[in-house]
């Protein structure tokens, strides 16, 4: 019954910014911890980033110093701001719970299409 629905996925140049949105429904996730994940052409879906409810954050090594998780817990809304893009960040980004065996269905995902 949860419903996730990520958004802000684009077409950009290499060095620009876009800035993700996950829209949680059917659950309150307050105490959630919450991550992104990606899935680039020919790849396995991987960890990104993940904030904890007490607003803790964790990077994968790949976009340290470049990405920001972050959530507003009333909204019910994760968000991902992606800055200095790489062609490598090219990937479906989608949003789920993090350390957590049991994530909730997979949403569509959002498009991130960076061009070099």
């Known amino acids: 019954q949860v419903q996730l629905v990520e958004s802000g996925g684009n077409l950009v140049q290499a060095g620009g910014s876009l800035r993700l949105s996950c829209a949680v429904s059917g659950t309150i996730f307050s105490t959630n911890a919450m991550g992104w994940y990606r899935q680039a052409p020919g790849k396995p879906r991987e960890w990104v980033a993940t904030?904890?409810?007490?607003?803790?954050?964790n990077y994968a090594d790949s976009v340290k110093g470049r990405f920001t998780i972050s959530r507003d817990s009333a909204k019910n809304m994760v968000y991902l701001q992606l800055n200095s893009l790489k062609p490598e960040d090219t990937a479906v980004y989608y949003c789920?719970?993090?350390?957590?065996?049991?994530?909730?269905?997979w949403g569509q995902g959002t498009q991130v299409t960076v061009s070099s």
């Open positions: 904030v904890l409810s007490g607003g803790v954050t």
């Open positions: 789920n719970k993090a350390y957590a065996a049991n994530k909730w269905p």
